[in-house]
């Protein structure tokens, strides 16, 4: 079974376990989840296409910026056609063109993870290795699995620490709006969309507490996959298209501007550190 397709049977046990424990209940979330899955189609597989390269080398002269991707699917970049589509690589890319230097993109998502696994994705860095920037997506599998709210948020705060103690500037990109998936039908969808809100807003908390920023996906690009879900979603309508993180890279790439100072205005639905606002 497909990563996708293990999610959505766990988004139908998340229902079961918040509230609805009628015989009739649960076998409405059972229908409801078999549904999502045959509208979904034909699975991604389990690898996101491998994009790590130091991007515009020739187009550009000097040192390359180092730039870590840590998180989920979504970070990994499932659903992207061309390597160049993969959320790294249109971050690097984007970076490459507004400061005129190459960007080395080194990818340690892995597709289907939750926040625990991030640890892990920082024990297999190379030793030495340090980025000057790090983004980091993850938090709808921690949804459709139950996770508290209080254990990811906890788990994502420690990531963020130790890549600070790293000098590494951090960027978060919350949790997205579950609600945008259209193939779960209601009610999973909307109690999907409540839960991933809860965890963006603890992920926004802790990450401005422990001096990272932090983009609120949900508020940022979000509206673009509920209006046009179409054209931002792949072909399993679960993850999303070359043109859905074209979208995603261009909500994160102000604030990685930001926390590496290359910018100084702070969009909305962006939140710097605490300690920034402070002073």
Request: net charge positive; glycine share 10%; with cysteine.
């Amino acid at each position: 079974m497909s990563r996708t397709r293990s999610a959505l049977l766990a988004v139908g046990a998340l229902a079961a376990g918040v509230g609805v424990t009628t015989g009739g209940g649960r076998e409405l979330l059972r229908r409801q989840a078999a549904i999502a899955r045959a509208r979904i189609g034909k699975p991604l597989g389990e690898d996101a296409l491998a994009a790590d390269k130091t991007w515009k080398k020739k187009t550009y002269g000097g040192a390359p910026l180092h730039l870590l991707v840590l998180g989920d699917s979504i970070a990994a970049g499932l659903g992207a056609e061309r390597p160049k589509d993969t959320l790294g690589a249109r971050i690097a890319r984007d970076l490459a063109k507004r400061l005129h230097r190459p960007v080395a993109l080194h990818t340690a998502a892995v597709v289907g993870s939750e926040t625990s696994a991030l640890a892990g994705q920082l024990d297999g860095l190379a030793p030495g290795y340090v980025a000057d920037v790090a983004v980091i997506v993850v938090g709808g599998n921690d949804v459709t699995h139950r996770v508290p709210v209080s254990t990811s948020a906890a788990q994502l705060e420690e990531a963020i620490l130790r890549l600070r103690v790293e000098g590494t500037a951090v960027v978060v990109g919350t949790c997205p709006d579950l609600g945008a998936l259209r193939p779960v039908p209601q009610p999973l969808r909307s109690l999907g969309s409540r839960m991933s809100k809860q965890l963006a807003a603890a992920q926004a908390e802790v990450a401005v507490r422990s001096g990272a920023h932090a983009v609120s996906l949900a508020h940022v690009v979000g509206p673009f996959f509920i209006t046009n879900p179409d054209e931002m979603f792949s072909l399993d309508r679960f993850h999303p298209s070359a043109l859905g993180y074209k979208r995603t890279a261009k909500a994160l790439v102000p604030s990685v501007l930001l926390a590496l100072g290359h910018e100084a205005t702070v969009p909305f639905g962006h939140h710097q550190p605490r300690d920034l606002v402070a002073d």
